[in-house]
């Protein structure tokens, strides 16, 4: 229907910061003031309307693992679920993200194969070597916002202050995924009793503490604007706030599935809940909400990992990590309301202007933003044939949830 009217719907504008019912239009996709005529009318009461929203990670697997994921196939399951602007990590297989001129490709191939709009972040190294800082400067001319390594460690620190102080004078923001590679070793999942009991290899959240305290020093020392993605414990957030106290350029997220889910998911050897950083106590899940509400946790992403259904089947230690997380995130986001966590609005601005003004893109997303009509009463089943993802690997397969998108306006 080209021409739509939205009766008595509850819109959430985290621009305006009203939260109200009204009567809203939309003609071809685009919100409008009146329409004379229309071609549909829908009973807004009770329903949400909020704009379109923005995630700072996810792996679409394309290019080089299209065995578990493509724009395509990828792009169709964000824009499900009201994600239209998607940043990926520089960690393709192939890695491409070192390449100015590739990379603008593949933005044009993610609008063309899945309406999204992608933005990814450049290589902080060449090929994510460790070694040698990667061509910043035509990164940044070829449209990443972003630098990053990914998970691949560095030869030495002493690389990792080089780049740092090449991406600051580009006026480029560093994004960290923290793990201390030498302590998290050959580990898979959080250090506690479940892991012991099963005998399976542990990452300490030492692992990532150290991390974030060494590069926290590392930004002070240089300037440089940094962003601490997917936070999995209660003391990494303790180390944010010390950081945005002392007023350095500092921003952070966490993955919603860290927001809901524990390592208790990993009894009897549930690889469908190996991911990385691991599930974490019950404790840090706690402290992570806490961080949510105070602001020190400016955004909440998918860290959407597709995979197809052979990644998951070896023993667990040697499984592949990852959770298919687009079709779950807006029934997470609505149960953290429902739980009293956020009131709607705020967790509207967790996934919308938050991570948009952390990508330095608040503008940009404003002009090309959709608007996304939920339903958050709607109970439905999370199961293969609900999912759009081409990855059907969650732990939350099977389960029943709450709240669900109805309709997508975009242009």
């Not at 009991?197 to 974030?212: C, D, F, H």
């Not at 293969?384 to 732990?395: A, I, V, Y």
């Not at 099977?398 to 242009?411: H, N």
Request: aromatic fraction near 6%.
């Amino acid at each position: 229907m080209t021409a739509v009217k939205i009766e008595n719907v509850r819109v959430l504008d985290p621009i305006q910061q009203t939260d109200h019912i009204e009567t809203v239009y939309f003609k071809s996709g685009q919100r409008v003031t009146h329409l004379d005529q229309v071609d549909e009318t829908i009973d807004g009461q009770a329903l949400w309307l909020m704009p379109s929203m923005v995630d700072l990670c996810a792996r679409l697997r394309e290019p080089g693992q299209q065995q578990h994921g493509t724009l395509k196939s990828e792009g169709h399951a964000a824009r499900a679920q009201g994600i239209l602007h998607v940043i990926t990590p520089p960690d393709s297989k192939p890695i491409v993200q070192d390449n100015g001129a590739l990379i603008h490709g593949l933005v044009e191939k993610a609008w063309q194969d899945g309406k999204i709009h992608l933005s990814i972040i450049g290589a902080q190294t060449q090929g994510l070597n460790g070694q040698q800082p990667a061509n910043m400067a035509g990164l940044k001319k070829g449209g990443c916002l972003f630098v990053s390594n990914a998970n691949a460690p560095f030869a030495d620190d002493d690389v990792i202050l080089r780049t740092l102080e090449y991406a600051a004078g580009l006026d480029l923001t560093v994004i960290f995924y923290p793990e201390e590679a030498q302590l998290a070793k050959d580990g898979c999942v959080h250090e506690g009793f479940v892991a012991s009991r099963q005998g399976l290899p542990m990452i300490s959240t030492l692992a990532e503490t150290v991390a974030i305290a060494k590069y926290l020093l590392m930004v002070e020392a240089t300037g440089v604007k940094a962003h601490f993605s997917l936070l999995s414990c209660g003391a990494s957030v303790e180390l944010i706030k010390i950081a945005k106290d002392k007023g350095l350029s500092v921003t952070a997220d966490v993955a919603m599935h860290q927001l809901h889910l524990t390592d208790a998911l990993i009894d009897g050897f549930n690889a469908l809940a190996h991911v990385r950083p691991p599930l974490r106590s019950e404790k840090d899940k706690q402290a992570l909400r806490e961080g949510v509400q105070a602001g020190i946790i400016d955004a909440i992403c998918t860290h959407h990992e597709p995979l197809n259904g052979s990644a998951k089947l070896a023993p667990f230690s040697e499984t592949e990590a990852g959770i298919s997380a687009f079709d779950s995130y807006v029934a997470l986001g609505v149960q953290l309301v429902n739980e009293g966590v956020l009131t709607p609005l705020q967790w509207v601005e967790k996934v919308t202007t938050a991570p948009a003004h952390v990508a330095n893109m608040l503008n940009t997303w404003q002009q090309q933003a959709g608007w996304v009509l939920i339903d958050p009463t709607a109970i439905w089943v999370l199961n293969s044939e609900s999912m759009h993802s081409q990855g059907k690997n969650t732990p939350l397969i099977g389960q029943q949830l709450t709240g669900q998108v109805k309709q997508t306006f975009y242009r």
